[in-house]
């Protein structure tokens, strides 16, 4: 069964804007915490922006701060990542996952997994 579903990937300059979102199931949405992880080829996957689900607690990445805003709509399963003055370097397949908490995204543990959307920034 799939449980989260991003979109909302694309091509865009250095400098643009994209919004990634993540549609999600009943089971893994409520009551967890959200997160955006992206990987590159030939690197590791790392951990992009997390979320509670009463979006109390936000976290991100030290790459992304000032650029990316993670938010969620708890009345549609939504999550979503909008992504400011893009650079080459966030070229990524962005993937979101779903965990009780929110801590543990920060690790990179999650229960559940998207199949992930390719983000592509030309210089």
């Known amino acids: 069964q799939v449980h989260l579903v991003e979109s909302g990937g694309g091509l865009v300059q250095a400098g643009g804007s994209l919004r990634l979102s993540c549609a999600a199931s009943?089971?893994?949405?409520?009551?967890?915490?959200m997160g955006w992880f992206r990987q590159a080829p030939g690197k590791e996957r790392e951990f992009v922006a997390a979320?509670?689900?009463?979006?109390?607690?936000?976290y991100y990445a030290d790459s992304v701060k000032g650029r990316f805003t993670i938010s969620r709509a708890n009345a549609n399963n939504t999550v979503y990542l909008q992504m400011n003055s893009l650079k080459p370097e966030d070229t990524a397949v962005y993937s979101c996952a779903a965990v009780p908490g929110t801590e543990r995204l920060r690790v990179g543990v999650a229960d559940y997994w998207g199949q992930g959307t390719q983000v592509t920034v030309s210089s």
């Open positions: 009943d089971r893994a949405f409520r009551s967890n915490g």
């Open positions: 979320i509670s689900w009463t979006g109390g607690s936000i």
